[in-house]
């Protein structure tokens, strides 16, 4: 069974960083897609960025200047690296995995992904 579990929320300052972990077993995960997704309250989750077992890395154009995904070989663990952080990023940052040949055109949508970890907690204070 995979299992997503994700660490490294915390709170932080304006323009400070975080680097977010994304803990997968059960599986090997060269052959699946892992996108970070974050959820602010009262907000739909809004995908921010994918990576895949062949290295392939998007995305969103609201976090591309920011945000930067990053994975060790086999994809055990994903990484988010956060840095000029905004009070806006405040949300619970979840990681998702989907099989490759499973996923859809929209990497971004959560209804594309199976399994999904529990989220950690990001805050950022003005």
């Known amino acids: 069974e995979v299992q997503l579990v994700e660490s490294g929320g915390g709170l932080v300052q304006a323009g400070g960083s975080l680097r977010l972990s994304c803990a997968a077993s059960?599986?090997?995960?060269?052959?699946?897609?892992i996108t970070w997704f974050r959820q602010a309250p009262g907000k739909e989750r809004e995908g921010l960025s994918c990576i895949s077992g062949d290295g392939s890395a998007f995305s969103s154009d609201s976090v591309k200047d920011r945000f930067i995904i990053s994975s060790d070989n086999n994809m055990h663990t994903v990484y988010l690296q956060l840095n000029s952080l905004k009070p806006e990023d405040t949300a619970i940052y979840f990681c998702a995995a989907v099989r490759w040949a499973q996923i859809g055109s929209d990497w971004y949508e959560a209804y594309e992904y199976d399994h999904w970890g529990q989220g950690t907690q990001v805050t950022v204070s003005s």
């Open positions: 059960g599986s090997t995960f060269d052959g699946y897609v």
